[in-house]
């Protein structure tokens, strides 16, 4: 094997190290002939990566260097464009980074089983907003209603996207697929909404497991128990998830929250305070616009969960 530097995406990441995608096919290498499983090397261990809970992210662009027929080390790491973060361990001050390098969040809902759930929508919008991202909303399981949840209109008028999809029927398919052509999405949602089946929708020959994925990977396999990243037909890929019980936020300052509600955003300059809380204060132009029902009263309950969940953050840090 020659010693020359390969870039690569990181595909996957488990214990015993990542799966990369190199940009060229490689002879001597099974399947299609582009991926590898690396370790990386000691030193990007030690490189300012102490905080974060691996060295390396689902979605990072790396060199690296074949060592046998079909593995290899991670010699480097591009800097980030931009990163999809949670809370990792130690009570959440560790940064688990779920993607890097993506243009675009996708958050999955369901219409119906699980029900439509727009806290989960307004927290992963939040983020998406402070990780200074696009987001694109797919309502998914339309075969089982007929009418779009009301919130839906809510969400268009505040600029962002939505696609109301089945991949059962087909509903919506098209417009997701044109959406996702040309760029880097990441797909966010609860388990079960139906998120693998709408990306098999999209491109059939994935074959991303649906239902009760096994916490158990093989390799080579496209299970979901954690990102993959996986390229698109015709340009640009996506990043599937598995799908997370509770979306913790990490790193967003209490303060900045209500800049990260387009909504409540547009309202607080016009508060007496500049640092209102939106709360309890006095002459809060949020309060009044959720009085005179320009602020949808369930962005204002989202938007209070959240504060209070970052109060409780701050309180145990
Ligand atoms: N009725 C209906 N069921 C769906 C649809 N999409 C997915 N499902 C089902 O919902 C379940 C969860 O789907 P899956 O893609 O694994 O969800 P994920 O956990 O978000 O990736 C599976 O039983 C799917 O067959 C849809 O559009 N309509
Ligand atoms: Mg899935
Ligand atoms: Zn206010």
């Not at 496209?222 to 019980?245: E, K, M, S």
Request: glycine share 10%.
């Amino acid at each position: 094997m020659s010693g020359e530097s390969l870039p690569a995406t990181v595909v996957r990441l488990d214990a015993r190290g990542c799966l990369v995608r190199l940009d060229e096919p490689q002879e001597g290498l099974p399947a299609d002939g582009y991926e590898l499983w690396c370790g990386v090397r000691g030193r990007i261990h030690l490189r300012d990566r102490r905080h974060q809970k691996a060295p390396v992210a689902v979605g990072d662009r790396v060199l690296v260097v074949r060592s046998q027929e079909d593995r290899g080390a991670v010699d480097s790491i591009e800097p980030r464009r931009s990163t999809l973060s949670r809370p990792g361990a130690r009570k959440g001050r560790v940064e688990h980074v779920m993607a890097a390098n993506v243009d675009r969040v996708v958050i999955v809902s369901a219409l119906l089983d699980p029900p439509f759930n727009p806290a989960l929508v307004d927290r992963l919008l939040a983020v998406v907003e402070f990780s200074n991202l696009d987001a694109l909303l797919v309502i998914n399981k339309m075969d089982l209603g007929d009418e779009t949840p009301p919130e839906a209109a809510v969400y268009e008028a505040l600029g962002y996207p939505v696609i109301c999809a089945s991949a059962v029927d087909g509903t919506g398919i098209p417009a997701l697929r044109e959406e996702l052509l040309g760029s880097t999405s990441v797909v966010c949602g609860h388990s079960g909404v139906g998120k693998s089946s709408l990306l098999n929708a999209v491109q059939a020959e994935l074959g991303l497991a649906v239902g009760d994925v096994n916490a158990v990977t093989g390799r080579g396999t496209h299970t979901t128990t954690a990102a993959v990243w996986i390229p698109l037909n015709g340009g640009g890929a996506v990043i599937d998830t598995a799908g997370v019980r509770e979306f913790g936020l990490f790193g967003i300052p209490k303060r900045d929250l209500p800049w990260l509600f387009r909504d409540v955003a547009l309202f607080a300059p016009n508060c007496r305070y500049p640092d209102c809380s939106h709360t309890h204060e006095p002459d809060c132009a949020v309060q009044e616009a959720l009085v005179d029902g320009s602020l949808p009263p369930f962005r204002f309950d989202s938007y209070l969960k959240i504060l209070e969940s970052l109060e409780e953050q701050e309180r145990e840090q």
